[in-house]
């Protein structure tokens, strides 16, 4: 099992920055990529970034792209989501999220973390 701790959340202002961090242990030998995705009130939980473990290429969703990085540090395992040119609809809880195998990011076997509130004021 893997266990996911998410840190860095916080309030911002648009057009402000902030960087969360998401701490994996556990079996982490075994994760495959990891992501992150987001929940906003009365909305359903949708896909940010996602980052391959081992030759750490990335993909960004389109709502974000040009705005947000997604990055890891394997020795630590760690990721991280540097998040720039806030926007107040980027106002979320999110999550950390890593797969194992051939297990994609978001799947109903994929590890969650509790979630981090980022509220973005305008």
């Known amino acids: 099992q893997v266990h996911l701790v998410e840190s860095g959340g916080g309030l911002a202002q648009a057009g402000g920055s902030l960087r969360l961090s998401c701490a994996a242990s556990g079996r982490t030998f075994s994760m495959s990529e990891m992501g992150w995705f987001r929940q906003a009130p009365g909305r359903e939980r949708e896909y940010v970034a996602r980052i391959w473990w081992n030759d750490g290429s990335t993909h960004h969703a389109d709502s974000v792209k040009g705005r947000f990085s997604i990055s890891r540090n394997n020795a630590k395992n760690m990721m991280y989501l540097q998040m720039n040119s806030l926007k107040p609809e980027d106002t979320a809880v999110y999550y950390c999220?890593?797969?194992?195998?051939?297990?994609?990011?978001?799947?109903?076997?994929?590890?969650w973390g509790q979630g981090t509130q980022v509220t973005v004021s305008s």
């Open positions: 999220n890593a797969a194992e195998g051939r297990d994609t990011v978001g799947g109903s076997r994929s590890y």
